[in-house]
């Protein structure tokens, strides 16, 4: 079983939808807790970042950890199809982990206007 | 454009041979990472340096080293090479060593293994 486990979709949604994509994991160590999109062919570019449980918000962007169920979430408000890419999930467990990033499998999100 | 740049952007070569990949990370950032992105395993962790020194291992094979350089660019060496590492290789900076601290992505190296 892998330490991360992400729904890879794909997911498709019209214009306008709230998107929620999630990712559970089985390494209690981890406490930092991070969502990237990849568009295709394009390096993954960091969108959220939450240190141990909570909610942060950045724009139409929400994040959510839940340490409890070992459960996080990342929620898009008001898609749009400038939001179709690959999201992925990272974590890090600090310590002697260092800046290792242990990711989900991706899940692919298509918005069609 | 996240400050991190990779060369070269493409690479095939054939079962066997060795290739080089480099890294140049963002200006003032330290702590230098490879990655590999393939379609089955994912994004996969393989090695991490700070200010020199190595710092974070993960599932790199023996056949791949790395290391960085006084001036803080990285190089990613792969020997031996397989069809099965094919992949999208990608560097990482960061300012410090540590998990609390934004990882940038450079574009990636797409590796062609013939």
């Known amino acids: 079983q892998k330490e991360v486990e992400q729904d890879p979709g794909p997911l498709s949604v019209p214009e306008g939808a709230i998107v929620s994509l999630n990712c559970t994991y089985s390494?209690?160590?981890?406490?930092?807790f991070m969502w990237y999109r990849q568009y295709s062919r394009k390096g993954p570019e960091l969108l959220m970042y939450t240190y141990s449980s909570g909610n942060k918000e950045d724009g139409r962007f929400t994040a959510q950890v839940d340490k409890s169920s070992k459960y996080i979430s990342l929620f898009i408000r008001d898609s749009q199809p400038s939001d179709s890419a690959t999201y992925l999930c990272?974590?890090?467990?600090?310590?002697?982990?260092?800046?290792?990033?242990?990711f989900g499998q991706g899940t692919i999100l298509t918005v069609h206007p | 454009d996240s400050g991190v740049t990779q060369t070269p952007k493409h690479l095939i070569t054939a079962t066997g041979q060795r290739v080089t990949l480099r890294c140049s990370p963002r200006s003032g950032d330290l702590s230098v990472y490879w990655y590999q992105q393939s379609l089955d395993q994912g994004l996969q962790f393989l090695i991490q340096?700070?200010?020199?020194?190595?710092?974070a291992k993960g599932n790199i094979l023996e056949r791949f080293s790395a290391q960085q350089f006084p001036d803080l660019h990285s190089e990613l060496n792969l020997s031996s090479l397989e069809l099965g590492d094919s992949a999208l290789y990608f560097c990482?900076?960061?300012?410090?060593?540590?998990?609390?601290?934004?990882?940038?992505f450079g574009p990636g190296t797409r590796l062609t293994v013939l």
């Open positions: 340096y700070y200010n020199g020194e190595e710092r």
């Open positions: 990272a974590m890090n467990a600090g310590g002697t982990s260092y800046g290792k990033l242990t």
């Open positions: 390494n209690s160590a981890f406490q930092y």
């Open positions: 990482a900076s960061s300012v410090a060593p540590d998990g609390g601290y934004t990882q940038y």
